[in-house]
């Protein structure tokens, strides 16, 4: 199991934003490295493709190993002490599915966020 994580996400995308800050404020031992897709951080990860990376996360574990989907949520949020609330999603009867949901939304996050938010998209959104 991780023990760390760099997580890259989509920091246009204020569900997004909204979820990373939620994460952070639990990371009290600082374990979750957050990298924006669209920030000149992400320009030194060379080995992930943008545009993979905006079709759903992705993130490194202190092995190096490539995590993607509701695999990086649930280790995230597991890192925190929340893996609870997502640990069904890795179930094996479940998996197939909610991975298939999760590529849904998140092809169509900025239409959620905008009936969610109120904004689709945002260029200064920020983790606070």
């Known amino acids: 199991m991780p023990t ?6 989509d920091g246009h995308c204020p569900l997004c934003v909204k979820e990373m800050t939620a ?29 993979s990376a905006s079709e759903r996360l992705h993130a490194y574990d202190e092995n190096g190993v490539l995590l993607e989907g509701l695999d990086v949520t649930y280790q995230a949020w597991r890192l925190v002490g929340r893996g609870h609330y997502y640990a069904f999603t890795r179930w094996p009867l479940l998996k197939p599915i909610c991975d298939w949901c999760y590529l849904k939304f998140a092809r169509h996050r900025y239409t959620v966020s905008g009936w969610l938010t109120g904004k689709k998209r945002c260029d200064n959104c920020r983790i606070d």
Do not use: A, C, G, M
């Open 4 to 9: 760390s994580l760099i997580l890259f996400y």
């Open 23 to 51: 994460l952070k404020k639990h990371d009290t031992d600082n374990v979750i490295q957050l990298v924006d897709i669209f920030s000149e951080t992400f320009e030194r990860y060379p080995d992930i493709d943008p545009k």
